[in-house]
């Protein structure tokens, strides 16, 4: 049996590893809206309402992303200088160098083909047993997989870049760990950058290389850095986006059905799970003045977590914010950021999921929880947050 922890203050919460098994942190967010938007996290200060968070992430002029880069505690420490630690110009001279590359369409015709085989050649493995947890099985080997094929690396290397991603999150509460994660992808990295160079094959890396702006081409550190970036940003948030959404389909047989039925559904279905249960539940910035915020005064370059998960159930934003309901306008839900950061990769990971989901509810009919397991599937996490498990039957 997996042992919850229940924390009781903002502090005990934001003090967690980023997958500690926390059940239900929306309580403790809604006291903090309530009682104190803007306060003291213990190492910094947090937001925790929509307005403000949008207003923070807004200003980056006060709210840095230097909390990100290298020069700070954090995953700027392990990932190496990227995107999402780069203020002003050069931020947007990386974005433009990025943000083409990671379009569906610039990543080929065969990205949906590729997503949809990738899909398929999962769901074979187990189809014929009638079961699957599909957490393991699915949810969480579909979009690395994608990921690895679309970054032309070898299938088989699926398990290593998943523990390597791991190890990066962790940097906060284990830096040791953190560091090794970095290293290790480094090392296997840095040899398949040069190959490429040499060698290009048409992929993600070799469109990396080749990309230019204003005659400027990326490095193979600032190359390697934003990979690794990617694999945590990019894989474990579609994830927990399709853990997510099975989670909810499959304690609604009534949403369920509707969606199975009709598709179409399915983008609103996403939005609003990514608002119910944000696959990202915090960013981070430094300030770079002394302001005032939510009537709270935050020092020069404070720590500053801006808590998506709290602002995306804040009830003066959404209606009802604890019901999931995918009439609601969620699209306006801080789940891909906002402001100049906002998701580079959002439409990659949302057609992805849309891919995914469509192919499962295409095989795996009668879906349902498997009646024999006795331990409840529940969406947990710190940071990220998703299902322990999905272990499900079907038709078959
Ligand atoms: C589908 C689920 C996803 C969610 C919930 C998500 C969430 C986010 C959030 C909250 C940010 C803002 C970070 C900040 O403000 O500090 C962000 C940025 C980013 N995301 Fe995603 N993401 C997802 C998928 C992806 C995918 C699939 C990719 C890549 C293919 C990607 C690449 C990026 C990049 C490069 C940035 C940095 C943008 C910048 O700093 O300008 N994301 N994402």
């Not at 200060?45 to 929509?50: D, E, K, L, M």
């Not at 949302?350 to 795996?364: S, Y």
Request: glycine share 8%; hydrophobic share 35%; with cysteine.
């Amino acid at each position: 049996m997996t042992a919850f922890v229940q924390p009781t203050t903002p502090e005990q919460l934001l003090h967690l590893g980023p997958i500690d098994p926390v059940e239900n942190p929306f309580p403790i967010f809604r006291e903090m809206r309530d009682k104190q938007p803007v306060g003291p996290s213990g190492m910094g200060y947090y937001i925790a309402s929509f307005e403000l968070a949008q207003q923070a992430l807004l200003d980056d002029e006060t709210f840095s992303n230097k909390s990100n880069s290298p020069d700070y505690p954090g995953i700027g420490m392990v990932f190496g200088q990227t995107i999402i630690g780069m203020n002003g110009k050069e931020h947007l001279k990386h974005r433009n160098l990025i943000t083409p590359a990671l379009r569906p369409r610039a990543l080929g015709d065969n990205f949906e083909q590729l997503a949809r085989d990738t899909a398929d050649r999962l769901i074979n493995k187990f189809i014929d047993s009638g079961k699957s947890n599909l957490v393991p099985d699915f949810t969480f080997l579909y979009p690395l997989s994608v990921f690895v094929q679309i970054l032309g690396l070898p299938e088989e290397d699926v398990d290593d870049f998943h523990q390597w991603g791991i190890d990066l999150t962790h940097v906060a509460s284990d830096p040791a760990r953190g560091l090794h994660g970095s290293a290790c992808l480094r090392d296997y990295l840095g040899p398949v950058v040069q190959d490429k160079r040499n060698n290009p094959t048409g992929d993600l890396i070799c469109r990396l290389i080749e990309a230019e702006v204003m005659g400027e081409k990326m490095t193979d550190e600032e190359i390697i850095s934003f990979l690794r970036l990617l694999i945590t940003g990019g894989a474990d948030t579609t994830y927990h986006l399709l853990g997510n959404v099975l989670h909810t389909l499959l304690n609604d047989a009534e949403l369920l059905e509707l969606v199975s039925n009709d598709r179409s559904k399915i983008e609103p279905l996403l939005w609003e799970s990514l608002r119910w249960e944000s696959p990202v539940q915090f960013v981070s910035r430094a300030t770079n003045r002394e302001v005032e915020i939510g009537g709270t005064v935050i020092p020069d370059d404070s720590m500053v977590t801006v808590l998506i998960g709290s602002a995306n159930r804040d009830e003066r934003a959404f209606e009802n914010p604890d019901v999931f309901d995918i009439t609601r306008k969620a699209d306006k839900s801080l789940a891909f950021g906002y402001g100049r950061h906002y998701c580079a990769g959002k439409d990659f990971g949302f057609t992805e999921a849309t891919i995914g989901l469509n192919v499962l509810l295409d095989r795996l009919q009668g879906l349902r929880f498997d009646p024999d397991v006795s331990e409840p599937s529940k969406i947990r996490g710190v940071a990220f947050r998703g299902p322990s498990h999905l272990k499900v039957q079907f038709n078959h």
